[in-house]
């Protein structure tokens, strides 16, 4: 499998490097995940004279990265407004200033590199599709006019969409994720910065200000630092409880000719919808998506690309669709995410919480990480350091998804769609079953042979759930998944499903 799951993005291909071997041991900075975020900060650091080594579980762009919508934007799933009332006015121009420089930042690699990797500087529409989501908009105009993002009222936008009220905002930027990244890490590779695929990290220890690095296949890799670009942490860290993983909903779309302009938007809903243009190869296609819900909870995930599909086809002319696909993101506490030095360590740093901002969050962590490495603190680090404490702004947020994860931790009993007659479960999908007793994860193959595994995720024991779409196993409580013959996907579990032997009588075909 070349990707995160059954589905393919549009940016995906199924090429992937063969494993590549590293033969020296001491590194300046170790950075584990080959994502936007890793390799936009290994590249940085290594261009800059650290000694780098980027250690990835599959391929550069497995992840997140290579089923993103690529947008580039200098606001974020946080609005300002939201922001200034949280964080305050001083904090959220300081974080505005970091979006466009992250913008500017992404277009100077472009440049300076030139990568051919269909970027492009774009308008974004905001806009309201019900009345009662006018004060909203207008929250969000009145703080962006605070904090300095250009954008003001508009009749009009260049999608075939009904809106009651709409903003432009300037500044935007979109391009082709993995082709991008791609060749930062060649400029990488060019400056003696190295790379480790389809390794795994076992575990992650700092004594004596040296930190050591464990891998599946026994190497021990030591640094003076180590950063986590991979969304999550070895080990059961409080950011289990501080961010939530959510999963969304996209597609690509050719179009017949040209739209009026190149642009992005997005309606106020809940959860919202987002469309964008995108010009590839002299042709035109739309990009969109939606209809998140949070990791695990959704039976029926065929029916989320049915329902986006129907939303597109209602509003917008296309020729066909090119691909549909879905992503994991993750939903942070107080609406920021969490980038800087892992709370009680010295030494190793973390990366997440991101939202539906990974493009914007994991380019910025370049204008974080390597001054905390020399030593230097800023505004900006400062407000998004993993041990800031802001109880009145995540109280709410942390019990909720607290609330779902401890329900999932000691569930106890079947979901209305396990079963315990295995002749129900079709070629080349799974389910959850009762078998002598056990609760399994149980998986036909394309050929009618039965897989069976234990239910329980190898992070916390939480029950995995059935992705139909992705042909998954993916853990409720902290976005762990698996494929369907139980071998890790994403963590932050480190261990395959354990695998039953059970027995074929008539219930067990």
């Known amino acids: 499998m070349n990707q995160a799951g059954n589905t393919k993005s549009f940016w995906e291909n199924h090429i992937s490097p063969e494993k590549t071997n590293v033969d020296h041991q001491k590194f300046d900075v170790i950075i584990i995940g080959a994502g936007i975020t ?7 650091l290594q261009q800059n004279g650290k000694k780098c080594l980027i250690i990835e579980k599959e391929h550069p762009g497995f992840g997140t ?46 440049q300076k590199y030139g990568i051919a990797c269909e970027f492009a500087e774009v308008d974004f529409y905001l806009f309201s599709s019900e009345e009662n989501q006018n004060k909203k908009l207008e929250d969000i105009l009145e703080a962006h006019q605070k904090v300095g993002i250009e954008t003001k009222p508009t ?6 969409l009904p809106f009651v009220k709409a903003v432009e905002i300037h500044g935007q930027a979109q391009f082709h994720p993995l082709k991008y990244i791609r060749a930062l890490l060649k400029e990488y590779e060019k400056k003696g910065g190295k790379i480790l695929n389809q390794t795994q990290v076992k575990d992650c220890t700092e004594e004596n200000d040296v930190v050591k690095v464990e891998t599946s296949d026994g190497k021990t890799f030591e640094a003076k630092s180590v950063v986590w670009a991979t969304h999550h942490a070895t080990g059961d860290s409080r950011f289990n409880l501080l961010v939530a993983p959510y999963r969304s909903y996209a597609m690509s779309a050719k179009l017949s000719g040209p739209p009026s302009k190149l642009a992005q938007t997005a309606d106020l809903e809940e959860p ?38 129907k939303y597109v086809r209602d509003r917008i002319k296309f020729e066909h669709i090119e691909n549909q696909w879905s992503a994991q993101y993750y939903i942070p506490a107080d609406g920021l995410p969490y980038i ?21 969050f994991g380019t910025m962590v370049s204008l974080i990480i390597p001054d905390l490495i020399n030593g230097v603190e800023t505004d900006l680090s400062k407000m998004l350091s993993p041990s ?20 999932n931790l000691i569930k106890d009993r ?13 070629n080349d999908e799974g389910k959850l079953a009762d078998v002598d007793g056990d609760a399994c994860a149980v998986y036909r193959d394309k050929s009618g042979s039965l897989h069976f595994f234990d239910a329980k995720c190898t992070h916390m024991g939480c029950h995995v ?45």
């Open 340 to 360: 800087g030095k892992m709370p009680g360590e010295e030494n190793i740093y973390l990366c997440t919480g991101y939202n539906g901002n990974g493009m914007n």
């Open 465 to 509: 759930q059935w992705n139909p779409s992705e042909k998954s196993w993916d853990c409720p409580c902290h976005g762990s998944r698996f494929d369907a013959l139980g071998k890790v996907l994403i963590g932050p579990a480190l261990k395959d499903l354990e695998q039953i032997n059970a027995a074929h009588d008539k219930n067990h075909k």
């Open 65 to 110: 990265t290579g089923r993103t919508t690529a947008h580039i934007n200098n606001f974020f799933d946080s609005s300002y407004d939201d922001v200034i009332s949280n964080f305050g006015e001083d904090n959220a121009k300081v974080l505005a200033d970091a979006a466009k420089e992250t913008v500017k930042y992404i277009k100077r690699n472009v």
């Open 388 to 407: 800031r404490i802001k109880p009145v702004a995540s109280a709410k947020q942390v019990i909720k998804e607290n609330v779902d994860t401890v329900s």
């Open 272 to 309: 919202y919808h987002y469309l964008r243009y995108h010009k590839s190869d002299n042709q035109y296609y739309l990009i969109a998506g939606g209809f998140d819900h949070k990791t695990g909870e959704e039976p029926d995930t065929e029916n989320r690309f049915k329902e986006l599909e």
């Open 38 to 44: 890793g390799i936009t900060l290994a590249n940085e």
């Open 414 to 426: 079947f979901n209305p769609d396990e079963i315990s007659d295995l002749d129900q479960i079709p």
């Open 155 to 160: 009749q009009n936008i260049p999608f075939n």
